[in-house]
């Protein structure tokens, strides 16, 4: 059983020095290192700075969500307790993936980089085959009906318009 201290304490370690900072920071700087085109426009700055920061947001709630109401992490050394089906999860399985994609789309758009866009695509194949091969068998044998329950109401990647309530 995982203490709400240590799930935070390897949450942000994780986030900030693993697999969120890896994607999300060291590969595109790797790939574009941070410069923005010259002669960029404003609007097409703000937007792109809004679409990393719309990103940002489910990853960063999830990683909460997960300390919280799972009592656990996003790694899976230390999983969460409980099976988190409350805020955007109430929406989409995979809010915090998706919201990986929209920053990268952001970045993308930020830099004008052909090859962030293509680095996106390999991050969404890589992340689709790890949700369907590993994350979801292992869910469904952790949580049994009560992730069938969630599996057959909350679909995987595109959000439902309205939040799924479990009864």
Same mark, same amino acid.
């Given at each position: 059983?995982?203490?709400?201290?240590?799930?935070?304490?390897?949450?942000?370690?994780?986030?900030?020095?693993?697999?969120?900072?890896?994607?999300?920071?060291?590969?595109?700087?790797?790939?574009?290192? /941070? !410069?923005?085109?010259?002669?960029?426009?404003?609007?097409? *700055? $703000?937007?792109? #700075?809004?679409?990393?920061?719309?990103? &940002?947001?489910?990853?960063?709630?999830?990683?909460?969500?997960?300390?919280?109401?799972?009592?656990?992490?996003?790694?899976?050394?230390?999983?969460?307790?409980?099976?988190?089906?409350?805020?955007?999860?109430?929406?989409?399985?995979?809010?915090?993936?998706?919201?990986?994609?929209?920053?990268?789309?952001?970045?993308?758009?930020? /830099? !004008?980089?052909?090859?962030?866009?293509?680095?996106?695509? *390999? $991050?969404?194949? #890589?992340?689709?085959?790890?949700?369907? &091969?590993?994350?979801?068998?292992?869910?469904?044998?952790?949580?049994?009906?009560?992730?069938?329950?969630?599996?057959?109401?909350?679909?995987?990647?595109?959000?439902?318009?309205?939040?799924?309530?479990?009864?």
């Amino acid at each position: 059983m995982a203490t709400l201290r240590r799930s935070l304490v390897v949450s942000v370690l994780f986030t900030f020095c693993g697999g969120p900072a890896l994607v999300l920071v060291l590969m595109p700087w790797y790939i574009t290192h /941070f !410069r923005i085109p010259a002669g960029e426009s404003h609007a097409s *700055i $703000v937007a792109a #700075i809004a679409l990393i920061a719309a990103g &940002l947001t489910p990853l960063f709630e999830s990683i909460g969500r997960f300390v919280v109401a799972g009592r656990g992490t996003l790694v899976p050394a230390v999983p969460t307790e409980h099976l988190v089906v409350s805020g955007l999860y109430r929406y989409v399985r995979n809010p915090m993936y998706i919201g990986v994609i929209i920053a990268l789309g952001g970045q993308a758009l930020l /830099f !004008r980089s052909g090859h962030m866009l293509f680095y996106l695509g *390999i $991050v969404w194949l #890589i992340m689709h085959a790890f949700v369907c &091969l590993y994350e979801e068998p292992m869910l469904a044998r952790t949580f049994e009906e009560e992730y069938q329950r969630f599996r057959n109401h909350v679909p995987r990647w595109i959000p439902r318009l309205k939040p799924w309530t479990d009864g």
